[in-house]
């Protein structure tokens, strides 16, 4: 009775004490009789949640009624861990939901008081609206980027994930469907992230349509999963590509460098396609810091007039002769640091910074200007300049490019720009105009590294070109691949039909160049003919007729006419044999091919095949298996047949006991000239 009277007594000053406190700020009080599962508060929170207080208190249970169904579980695990004496504080973010039904975060804290017996009496605190209202996102309620940073700066980093999750193209939806849209489209990803999630897992919104997914103790397959989850919720409305650093790669390092790894998969994932979750790896990780070192140090070059920037010269040559068409100027940057860097590696950087534009300036005036020079002597040379869709997306690009050779002085058609097929290049109409006023000063474009970019036959009806330049990757093939072959030719008369001129690039060797000149291409280029020049290289292999280089290269070059020219026949021999084999292999006469000097046979047709019954006729005479003989026939007529006649004749065959109607006629076989006889049994008729 004594101990009651006393719990009331300290009940009533400690409710005194909060109802003082409830009045004076915006949140709510509470004290929880632990023993006895009763809380206590003031009529003040129930005017927001739908909760009764009474005198003498409410359950536990009572109260987790307003408590959003996922936090639940975890606010009893930590009430737990009070009441059992395991822990004398408690503080945690939860969601209550009001009368509205919508969702509150609070932070509920409260302090132990211990009874005289140490055993834990009352948990005393208050319940915060105010103090996370400032960390949450206004647009979406879910946590906001300060939050993120602060909950970061306290992460265990033992195990689980960190991810970040962004809206593919949210830009070009907002733009398209105005930012109302835009902002729906938000809330409904922040609401699917939420449905997704457990209490456990804390979500935020960073900036614009950026997520952040703290997993504490997720695995990586948990995740993935959970990833395709999202994405397969979200497929009608959008697309979201995420990246995903495991705690464990930062660990030794500030929190920070969390948030950067998990952005630098986001980048992989959004490079690599979007739509797609990326980990972190850290060789991707430094090769974007050395992407960022190489973009400041070209950022710094383009500063200083292009310094480090130089153009090689590649010849291109007519197909039809080999000889020298122009050249394709290729551009080279020497770094201070790390000495030359490849196209591959510095041009996308240079596109993406959009330091292209002021480069690719530079190498259009270089080169023209060159070409310029070198018409002096060459008065029929021509300069291709690559150019990049970035550098296509300037205002005065158009005038740019006609000021330039209008000032050095070279007509249209001695340019050809260089563009390369991308998805970038859809807007047709866009840049066909452009092209258009190009074309009408004699400009010719061409489209670069055809075939392997995107819808490629799309493209020649859509874009109005002159020329495609066909990637090597088809060309390095052709001779070993007959579908590449056939579908180079097909592409090569396709082109040819619609006055498309079609250059190869990428020629190594012979035999791609003897495959290739069947195809009739107008121009070649390769490493076979001419690797990419210096100025002063070009010179004295193209235009200095008394140096040693200029003759040596003239040589090879009459020599690979020569060899492709020959080649050539010889492939259209076989050609013509293959065709002859395709005709009378099913024929019902008995036909063979033999040489008509050494009478060896080339081929029997299967007619033959079965009367003889030898199938391997190979280095056997025509006498020996057609009429059973040691030597060749007294009334052999091969003679007759050089002087280009048809023989038509009749003649017992005794080795076989049949009579034949015959037609002999030298045709040409692997290069040389052969006997084709046809002999029809009358007997059989
Ligand atoms: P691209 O326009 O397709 O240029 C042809 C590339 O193929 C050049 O590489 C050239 O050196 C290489 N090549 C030529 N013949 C052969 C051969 O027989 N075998 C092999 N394996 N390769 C051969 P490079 O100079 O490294 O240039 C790479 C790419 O960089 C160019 O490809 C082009 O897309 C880009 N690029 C170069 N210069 C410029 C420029 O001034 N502006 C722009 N936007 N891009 C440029
Ligand atoms: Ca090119
Ligand atoms: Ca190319």
């Avoid at 939860?94 to 932070?107: A, C, E, F, P």
């Avoid at 109409?429 to 055809?450: L, M």
């Avoid at 009579?659 to 009358?682: C, S, Y």
């Amino acid at each position: 009775m004594d101990s009651q009277m006393n719990l009331d007594k300290e009940l009533k000053i400690y409710m005194q004490t909060i109802r003082f406190l409830d009045d004076s700020t915006d949140d709510y009080f509470y004290l929880y009789d632990l023993a006895n599962d009763r809380i206590y508060f003031t009529e003040k929170i129930c005017e927001k949640y739908p909760i009764v207080s009474r005198k003498e208190g409410i359950l536990f249970s009572e109260w987790s009624k307003i408590v959003y169904a996922k936090d639940l579980k975890q606010l009893k695990y930590e009430i737990n861990k009070i009441v059992s004496g395991k822990s004398d504080s408690h503080s945690m973010e939860y969601r209550l939901i009001d009368r509205s039904g919508s969702k509150n975060w609070v932070i509920c804290r409260g302090t132990v008081l211990k009874r005289d017996d140490g055993t834990p009496g009352f948990l005393i605190g208050n319940v915060s609206e105010g103090a996370v209202r400032r960390e949450l996102d206004s647009l979406t309620g879910l946590w906001n980027g300060e939050k993120f940073k602060e909950d970061m700066g306290c992460l265990k980093k033992d195990k689980g994930y960190l991810m970040i999750l962004d809206i593919d193209n949210f830009k070009n939806i907002n733009v398209k469907n105005g930012r109302e849209f835009g902002n729906n489209l938000l809330k409904m990803v922040a609401m699917v992230l939420e449905e997704k999630t457990d209490y456990l897992t804390k979500l935020y919104r960073l900036d614009g349509d950026c997520f952040a997914l703290n997993f504490p103790d997720k695995t990586k397959e948990a995740v993935i999963e959970f990833y395709n989850a999202v994405k397969e919720e979200l497929k009608s409305y959008c697309t979201a590509s995420a990246g995903a650093v495991a705690y464990s790669d930062g660990i030794g390092e500030d929190s920070g460098f969390l948030h950067q790894y998990a952005e630098n998969a986001l980048d992989r994932a959004k490079r690599e396609g979007k739509n797609i979750l990326a980990f972190f790896s850290s060789e991707d990780y430094q090769k974007s810091l050395d992407w960022i070192k190489l973009q400041d140090e070209l950022k710094e070059s383009v500063r200083h007039q292009c310094k480090g920037f130089s153009l090689r010269y590649q010849p291109q040559m007519r197909g039809k002769d080999f000889q020298v068409y122009g050249a394709e100027a290729l551009l080279r940057y020497e770094s201070a640091t790390e000495g030359l860097v490849s196209p591959a590696k510095f041009i996308p950087i240079l596109e993406q910074s959009g330091l292209i534009c002021e480069v690719g300036n530079w190498v259009l005036k270089t080169a023209v200007k060159q070409c310029a020079d070198w018409r002096k002597v060459l008065t029929d040379f021509h300069i291709g300049v690559n150019i990049s869709y970035v550098q296509l997306c300037q205002d005065n690009i158009t005038e740019m490019v006609l000021d330039t050779i209008k000032e050095a002085g070279i007509p249209g058609d001695a340019l050809t720009l260089e563009v390369t097929e991308s998805m970038e290049l859809q807007d047709y109409s866009y840049f066909n105009k452009i092209f258009y006023e190009w074309k009408r000063h004699g400009i010719h474009i061409a489209i670069d590294d055809f075939g392997t970019g995107y819808s490629s036959l799309g493209y020649l009806k859509s874009i109005d070109v002159d020329e495609i330049k066909i990637d090597r990757c088809f060309v390095s093939r052709i001779y070993c691949n007959n579908y590449n072959y056939r579908l180079m030719s097909n592409i090569i008369k396709l082109a040819h039909s619609s006055q498309i001129q079609v250059c190869c690039e990428g020629v190594e060797t012979e035999e791609e160049l003897t495959s290739l000149q069947q195809l009739i291409p107008d121009f070649l280029q390769g490493f076979l003919f001419a690797k990419p020049y210096t100025k002063e290289e070009l010179e004295k292999l193209y235009m200095c007729k008394e140096s040693l280089e200029y003759q040596e290269r003239v040589e090879r070059e009459r020599k690979l006419y020569q060899i492709s020219t020959i080649e050539e026949k010889n492939v259209t021999a076989e050609n013509e044999r293959d065709e002859i084999v395709n005709i009378v292999e099913g024929m019902d006469e008995v036909i063979y091919v033999s040489d008509i000097d050494t009478y060896e046979l080339y081929y029997m047709n299967s007619a033959a095949r079965k009367l003889t019954g030898i199938y391997e006729y190979k280095g056997r005479k025509c006498y020996q298996v057609f009429q059973g003989r040691q030597l060749p026939c007294e009334y052999c007529n091969n003679c007759k047949l050089k002087n280009g006649k048809i023989q038509v004749w009749e003649r017992d065959n005794l080795f076989f006991d049949k009579h034949f109607v015959i037609k002999d006629k030298l045709i040409p076989w692997n290069g040389k000239m052969a006997r084709l006889e046809i002999a029809m049994d009358t007997d059989g008729r």
